[in-house]
């Protein structure tokens, strides 16, 4: 019995030690897949106009959301050529009055709310900074260990988010939205996942001639 014990206490300490010896090798893995990966992604948001614009609805409607009710609902979302799309547990029509207030306002000239902290960019620039900075240590220095992993995180999460913003606010966003018009609202039930609705928000933009599909909003 007492031999069954120590065997299940050496359990986590052998998978912590092995975890420690393998996380290097896994980590420069995804560090090299980071550096080409992200870049390509940001270029392909950026030579789309349409994309980007929608982007940026997606983001001063979720602004406008949490201006209005905090982190109630919890939201997420992400831009399509066509529109964009919100997940959440929101009526319907909370969503449509946010999105047109959203709208109106950066027409208006607030483009601050273009730039959202929870962005998928801003994540992205954080495990691209991470990657060059621990890239940088091995080939330089030759620190492959877990010291060089932990020093890569904790300058990317310093300077990940000042320059997701940044990112956010001149590549993979624009505000550049006075052609563009919401045209209509469709609800989804989401099976699976931590959203059980999601809505696709449809737009126009008149000044490029490209449309969604239409939906009476009722």
Known sequence: MFTFLIFLLLIPVFLFFVSVILLPFHFTAYSI???????RELIRIFSNKNLRINHALEHATINVMEEEYGQFYNLDG???EDGFVIRGNVPPRLIRFAAEIGLDRLK????????????????????????IIFLIFLFRFGMFNLVGIIIALILASLAGPILGGIVQRFLTTSCDVQGME???????????????REYIIYTRNLDYGKSGRFYEYK
């Open 182 to 196: 919401i045209i209509g609202i469709e609800e989804r039930a989401v099976l699976f996942g931590p959203f059980p």
């Open 78 to 80: 992400y831009a399509r």
């Open 33 to 39: 897949f980071n550096i080409f990966t992200v870049p």
């Open 108 to 131: 208006k000239g607030e483009c601050n709310l273009v730039v959202h902290r929870r962005c998928g960019t801003t994540v992205a620039i954080v495990n691209f900074i991470s990657s």
